[in-house]
């Protein structure tokens, strides 16, 4: 076998024996490694439900979902009305859509998020996925992976999705609830914290003690069942619950 058949072979071993969020994500970061490409996404939207698994820098992805971009990314926008996998970005490409969708890649494009390949997932009543593998390499030859590599790639998001569905969907119904549990404001302390905000600085900005700005990340890490901070705000990002 050459090495991206290795490459996909390697990750249907793997991803048979992930059992949460952290170890999906280590699966997806090796493949999308040694395919060539820095990152990976699989976002998926099921009416209010969002559930994110992805290595794109935590600043970007709580920017993402506080200003509502899921509903302005243009490749969320493409991979909702078709069926194969496309390519998208890259410097021999003009910039597509208005000019807020512009703008929105030109932001993505300083988190390292220049191009990519995406392949979209579609489900029944206006559920859909999306499993992408992206870059910050200006130079990737997008057309050429596409060309050489249409059906691994895509095995590889359907593959994902179909396990993430069948091991992790129990665990984000279970946790579900906890968006009505975190108080307003245990989600504004995170959601500053995962701007990269001191408590000190969460404090001045939300208008309380620091002792309080701590009771209610510490509330909020508990609730989360989460062992550190840090760890709760991944998990809050992750199931998109500071939104």
């Given at each position: 076998?050459?090495?991206?058949?290795?490459?996909?072979?390697?990750?249907?071993?793997?991803?048979?024996?992930?059992?949460?969020?952290?170890?999906?994500?280590?699966?997806?970061?090796?493949?999308?490694?040694?395919?060539?490409?820095?990152?990976?996404?699989?976002?998926?939207?099921?009416?209010?439900?969002?559930?994110?698994?992805s290595?794109?820098?935590?600043?970007?992805?709580?920017?993402?979902?506080?200003?509502?971009?899921?509903?302005?990314?243009?490749?969320?926008?493409?991979?909702?009305?078709?069926?194969?996998?496309?390519?998208?970005?890259g410097?021999?490409?003009?910039?597509?859509?208005?000019?807020a969708?512009?703008q929105?890649?030109?932001?993505?494009?300083?988190?390292?998020?220049?191009?990519?390949?995406?392949v979209?997932?579609?489900g029944?009543?206006?559920?859909?996925?999306?499993?992408?593998?992206?870059t910050?390499?200006?130079?990737?030859d997008l057309?050429?992976?596409?060309?050489?590599?249409?059906?691994?790639?895509?095995?590889v998001?359907?593959?994902?999705?179909?396990?993430v569905?069948?091991?992790?969907?129990?665990?984000?119904?279970?946790?579900?609830?906890?968006?009505?549990?975190?108080?307003?404001?245990?989600?504004?302390?995170?959601?500053?914290?995962?701007?990269?905000?001191?408590?000190?600085?969460?404090?001045?900005?939300v208008?309380?003690?620091?002792?309080?700005?701590?009771?209610?990340?510490?509330?909020?890490?508990?609730k989360?069942?989460?062992?550190?901070?840090?760890?709760?705000?991944?998990?809050?990002?992750?199931?998109?619950?500071?939104?």
């Amino acid at each position: 076998m050459n090495l991206v058949e290795d490459s996909f072979q390697e990750f249907v071993d793997a991803i048979e024996t992930a059992g949460d969020a952290d170890a999906f994500e280590r699966v997806a970061v090796r493949l999308a490694q040694k395919l060539g490409f820095q990152q990976f996404a699989y976002l998926r939207l099921t009416g209010d439900h969002t559930v994110l698994i992805s290595s794109y820098p935590h600043p970007w992805t709580s920017r993402y979902f506080h200003l509502g971009y899921q509903h302005l990314d243009p490749v969320v926008l493409r991979a909702r009305g078709e069926r194969d996998l496309f390519s998208w970005g890259g410097a021999s490409r003009a910039p597509a859509g208005n000019r807020a969708q512009r703008q929105f890649f030109d932001e993505a494009t300083t988190f390292g998020i220049r191009s990519g390949i995406t392949v979209p997932i579609r489900g029944g009543f206006g559920r859909m996925a999306a499993f992408t593998l992206a870059t910050s390499d200006p130079e990737i030859d997008l057309h050429r992976r596409v060309d050489e590599w249409k059906d691994i790639i895509q095995q590889v998001g359907l593959y994902f999705h179909v396990h993430v569905a069948a091991r992790l969907d129990a665990a984000f119904g279970a946790h579900r609830p906890a968006h009505d549990e975190l108080t307003q404001r245990e989600r504004q302390c995170l959601a500053w914290t995962a701007q990269g905000k001191t408590v000190a600085d969460i404090a001045v900005l939300v208008a309380i003690a620091p002792r309080t700005v701590v009771f209610h990340l510490e509330n909020a890490r508990r609730k989360l069942g989460a062992a550190s901070i840090a760890q709760c705000v991944a998990i809050a990002l992750r199931r998109a619950l500071l939104v």
